[in-house]
């Protein structure tokens, strides 16, 4: 009895396999470059020196995590969003959108609240820790807190998600259930093809 593999099918079974593989490979080094940004990014929390405030968002990635003083020189508006202070209830963190002395705008995160009401701050200097804020900006997490406020929870690379080894398991899982399944689906149609004869 001759066992014929359908040439087309399976070119397509083998190169979306082969492509659910080269997935799950580019996930490993995903992880592996993850745990050495996670790693440095511990290591920022532990420099006492001030690093410069990052001018543009090539400069951000560098100087998240570390200690940094800014003089906000005039303050354009002041907003609240939802956060967490250093103990970790839920409530309301106030950011100052500012513009920094000889080095464009920023946010500054104020502080901490229960309520997210009207904060009056007139800004000055301010001295912090550069965390990632919105559209791959920096913003700065005053410490200590300003305008009243309480503490804000401070930013913690533990925050980031590193789960692309989760990621390349899933693709290797995929690339094996594909074959799986197209094995299976052949052996039927071969038992097929020979009831019929």
Not at 111 to 136: F, L, N
Not at 156 to 167: R, T
Request: proline letters at 5%.
């Amino acid at each position: 009895m001759s066992r014929r593999v359908p040439i087309v099918p399976s070119l397509i079974v083998l190169a979306a396999v082969g492509a659910m593989i080269a997935l799950g490979v580019w996930q490993l080094h995903r992880a592996a470059w993850k745990e050495a940004l996670l790693s440095r990014y511990h290591a920022s929390l532990t420099m006492s020196s001030d690093i410069a405030w990052p001018r543009d968002q090539s400069q951000v990635e560098g100087a998240l995590y570390r200690h940094a003083s800014i003089d906000c020189a005039r303050v354009l508006s002041i907003g609240a969003i939802s956060g967490r202070n250093a103990k970790g209830e839920a409530g309301w963190a106030h950011v100052a959108r500012c513009a920094i002395s000889g080095a464009g705008e920023g946010d500054v995160v104020l502080g901490w609240s229960s309520t997210p009401g009207d904060v009056e701050w007139t800004g000055g200097a301010v001295s912090g820790i550069v965390g990632p804020g919105k559209g791959g900006e920096a913003r700065l997490i005053a410490a200590p807190p300003l305008a009243g406020l309480a503490a804000n929870a401070a930013p913690d690379p533990q925050d980031i998600p590193n789960n692309h080894m989760s990621y390349a398991v899933q693709w290797f899982l995929f690339a094996a259930t594909a074959l799986i399944i197209y094995v299976l689906a052949l052996r039927k149609r071969w038992k097929a093809q020979a009831g019929r004869r």
